[in-house]
C-alpha cells in the first residue's frame, strides 16, 4: 500500500524503520497525547512494527509509515481502524521535528482520500481535551465536534466527496438489502427490487426506491421493469439463482431482461456469480482459469454471465462469490444439525457479507479502462474447511459432528487476491 503527495510517502513499516520509529516513539513530549507509554527500548520498536504487521493481517488495525521524500526519513505514523463496514477511526503520530509545517493536515487529508475511496462514509478521530494542534488539524479538514461522554473530545468529518449516482439493485435480499442501505448512506438514489410484496413498506422506510418484480413469474409487470430501470446508470443484478422449482432458467430470467436493460439508461452491469462456474479443481484458481462448471446450477451461471458479457453496448462486472456468511448467518450452524462432516480437509473458500459489500462500492467507485471486469470474491483464509469451522463453532458454543473421510477429488483453492490489487481494498474479515 502507498499513499503519495509531493512531499509525503505512507506505505507499510518495515524493520528497517526501527531506529527512527524508537527516535519518535521514545520522545515523551512529542508522544504524550498518544494512548500508550512511549517506547523504552530499540527492541519495543521492533515489536511495534511487528504488531503493525500482525495488524494488517488480521485486517483489525492499519498502521504505516510516514517518509519525508526529500530526506527519505521516517516522519512518524498514521492509523486506520475499521469500526464498521462504512466507519473507521483515524490518528496520526509525528515526530517534533516535523512540527509547524503543514505535514499533519496533509496526512490526514491523504488518509481521508484514501478512505473515501475505499468506501467509508462515516470518518472518525479524537484527540486529548489540551491537544490543541490536532483539534486544529481535524478542524482544517473539515472535521467538527461530536457529542460524547467521554474524556476525549470526538470529531467526525462532515463533508464527503461520493459519486451520487441513480443506481437499481435487482433482488434486495440478504445481500443486495445491505448493500442498497450502504450506497444510500454513501449518497446515492437506489432503487431495489423484491418478489414479495409485503417488503415493499420495508425498502420505503430503509430508503430504498421499492418495485416488485419476479423474472421467474410470465406475468411481471413490464412497466414496473422500466420504471425500475429509468434513468439508472448502473445495475446490480443480486437475484440468488433457484434451480428448484424455477419456472425458468436463471439463464433465461437473465436472457428475458437484456431487451429493458438495452431499452435504458444503464451503461454499466455488475452480476453476482458464484465461484461454482469453476467445477472442482487441483490447481490454484484465479480469474484466468476457465470455467468448467459441473453442476446444472453452476452450467445456468455460466450462461448467464456470457449473455451479459457479450453484450458491447454494456461494461459488464462479473463478482464471483466464495461461500457468503455474514452476520446471523453462518454456515456452521447448517453443519452442526448433520450426523457427518464431509471433506474437512479440503480448502475453504468464503467471503464475509461485508467483504462483498465493501469491495462492490470500490468498483463502482472506480472506472477502470476494461470493458468487462471478472473478479472472484474470497477471502484469503488459507485454512481447512476443519479449521474454518472449528473456529465458529467454538466461538458460537456449537458441536460439529465427526468427520468423514476426505474426497480429493473435489479439492478446490479459489485466489481473491486480483480485486485486493486492483481497488486497493483488503478483506476485513
Known amino acids: 500500500m502507498k499513499i503519495q503527495s509531493e512531499r509525503i510517502l505512507i506505505r507499510e513499516l518495515n524493520t ?16 504524550k497525547f498518544r494512548q500508550t507509554a512511549p517506547l523504552l527500548t530499540l527492541e519495543d520498536a521492533v515489536q511495534t512494527i511487528e504488531r503493525a504487521r500482525i495488524d ?45 509545517n503543514g505535514y499533519a493536515s496533509e496526512v490526514v487529508r491523504l488518509l481521508v482520500e484514501y478512505l473515501q475511496k475505499t468506501g467509508y462514509h462515516k470518518i472518525l478521530a479524537r484527540t486529548a481535551l489540551e491537544n490543541f494542534a490536532s483539534q486544529r488539524v ?17 470529531y467526525e468529518l462532515q463533508t464527503l466527496k461520493t459519486l451520487k449516482s441513480t443506481i437499481s439493485i435487482l433482488g434486495c435480499g440478504w445481500l443486495g438489502m445491505p448493500l ?55 445495475l446490480i443484478i443480486a437475484i440468488p439463482p433457484r434451480f428448484k422449482h424455477a419456472n425458468l432458467a436463471y439463464h433465461l430470467q437473465i436472457e428475458q431482461l437484456l431487451p429493458f436493460i438495452q431499452q435504458s439508461a444503464v451503461k454499466r452491469v455488475f452480476l453476482t456469480s458464484s465461484t461454482s462456474v469453476y467445477g472442482c479443481q487441483a490447481a490454484l484458481i484465479t480469474e484466468t482459469t476457465p470455467t468448467a462448471a459441473e453442476s ?32 446471523n448467518r453462518h454456515p456452521v450452524t447448517f453443519l452442526t444439525q448433520k450426523s457427518e462432516f464431509e471433506n474437512p480437509d479440503l480448502s475453504v473458500n468464503m467471503v ?9 462500492t470500490q468498483l463502482l467507485i472506480q472506472e477502470k479502462d476494461e470493458q468487462n471486469a471478472i473478479y472472484n470474491l474470497v477471502a484469503p483464509y488459507n485454512q481447512t474447511r476443519k479449521q474454518f469451522y472449528e473456529r465458529a463453532a467454538m466461538e458460537r458454543g456449537l458441536q460439529l459432528p465427526p468427520d468423514t473421510v476426505t474426497d480429493w477429488s473435489l479439492q ?18
Open 16 to 31: 528497517e524503520d526501527s531506529t527512527d520509529l524508537f527516535l519518535i516513539y521514545s520522545d515523551k513530549e512529542a508522544m
Open 56 to 100: 494488517i493481517e488480521t485486517r483489525t488495525t492499519f498502521r504505516w509509515a510516514i517518509v519525508n521524500l526529500e530526506t527519505a526519513k521516517l516522519m512518524g505514523t498514521v492509523v486506520y481502524t475499521p469500526k464498521d463496514l462504512g466507519t473507521a477511526e483515524i490518528g496520526y503520530s509525528l515526530g517534533r521535528d516535523f512540527w509547524g
Open 138 to 154: 481535524l478542524l482544517k479538514n473539515q472535521f467538527t465536534l461530536i457529542p460524547n461522554t467521554s474524556d476525549q473530545l470526538w
Open 180 to 234: 442498497a442501505q450502504h450506497l444510500i448512506s454513501l449518497g446515492h438514489l437506489v432503487k431495489g427490487s423484491t418478489t414479495s410484496s409485503t417488503k415493499l413498506s420495508v425498502f420505503k422506510d430503509s430508503g430504498i426506491t421499492p418495485f416488485l418484480i419476479n423474472l421467474d413469474d410470465p406475468s411481471t409487470d413490464q412497466a414496473e421493469l422500466h420504471a425500475f430501470l429509468d434513468n439508472s446508470e448502473i
Open 296 to 327: 446444472e446450477s453452476g452450467q445456468q451461471i455460466v450462461l448467464a454471465e456470457k449473455l451479459l458479457l457479450d453484450q458491447s453496448s454494456l461494461k459488464t462486472t462479473i463478482l464471483r462469490l466464495g461461500g457468503l456468511f455474514g452476520p
Open 352 to 360: 464475509h457479507l461485508n467483504d462483498v459489500i465493501a469491495l462492490t
Open 412 to 429: 478446490k483453492k479459489v485466489c481473491g487476491d486480483w480485486v485486493v490489487r486492483q481497488t486497493n481494498t483488503p478483506y476485513l474479515f
